[in-house]
T-cell receptor, first 114, second 111 residues
Framework: SAVISQKPSRDICQRGTSLTIQCQVDSQVTMMFWYRQQPGQSLTLIATANQGSEATYESGFVIDKFPISRPNLTFSTLTVSNMSPEDSSIYLC???????????FGDGTRLSIL | DAKTTQPPSMDCAEGRAANLPCNHSTISGNEYVYWYRQIHSQGPQYIIHGLKNNETNEMASLIITEDRKSSTLILPHATLRDTAVYYCIVRVASGGFKTIFGAGTRLFVKA
């Protein structure tokens, strides 16, 4: 399976600032996704990162708050903008290759907002 | 994608088989059943998946009922390291194949 690297692995940020999280995969993948996991909760899908076009956001998530880029088939970024304490979560990158095979996940970025 | 129902938590004695149930009564004919687990501080780990036949790999076995409305993940000899949250997910195997997570089952393996 693909090896997924996320940077940073953790960060502590001030409210009102923005942070960009990077996701690098060691092989070309068809699909890339971004998830959020709030403390003690399950994973929630934020968006599908589309290569060369705008991301597809799930209900409750908007591009102004979570801009996403995907310049090629191995790399994507998620920016958490104008952060507040409610944005304190783990943000995870996930990838998929073909529809009937599983997605794989990175270990996530732990974000704390003060 | 069909909705799944899992018990919120289960206990298992170390060395015994852990049987984790999942109900997916609204599953469609083209939807696969996937199991993942998440150990504390790590991303979800893929375990196994199947369409209608029982499946086995080095980690676990997946038993899917004939009507496909429920399934059971079996960890044959649970160890303390199997303590984790286990997610049963139903997902169509075509198009934009995003994975939607439910609440999962928190499995505690006890010595």
């Amino acid at each position: 399976s693909a090896v997924i690297s996320q940077k940073p692995s953790r960060d502590i940020c001030q409210r009102g600032t923005s942070l960009t999280i990077q996701c690098q995969v060691d092989s070309q993948v068809t699909m890339m996704f971004w998830y959020r996991q709030q403390p003690g909760q399950s994973l929630t899908l934020i968006a599908t990162a589309n290569q060369g076009s705008e991301a597809t956001y799930e209900s409750g998530f908007v591009i102004d708050k979570f801009p996403i880029s995907r310049p090629n088939l191995t790399f994507s970024t998620l920016t958490v903008s104008n952060m507040s304490p409610e944005d304190s979560s783990i943000y995870l990158c996930s990838v998929g290759t073909v529809p009937n095979q599983p997605q794989h996940f990175g270990d996530g970025t732990r974000l704390s907002i003060l | 994608d069909a909705k799944t129902t899992q018990p919120p938590s289960m206990d298992c004695a170390e060395g015994r088989a852990a049987n984790l149930p999942c109900n997916h009564s609204t599953i469609s004919g083209n939807e696969y059943v996937y199991w993942y687990r998440q150990i504390h501080s790590q991303g979800p780990q893929y375990i196994i998946h199947g369409l209608k036949n029982n499946e086995t790999n080095e980690m676990a076995s997946l038993i899917i009922t004939e009507d496909r409305k429920s399934s059971t993940l079996i960890l044959p000899h649970a160890t303390l390291r199997d303590t984790a949250v286990y997610y049963c997910i139903v997902r169509v195997a075509s198009g934009g194949f995003k994975t939607i997570f439910g609440a999962g089952t928190r499995l505690f393996v006890k010595a």
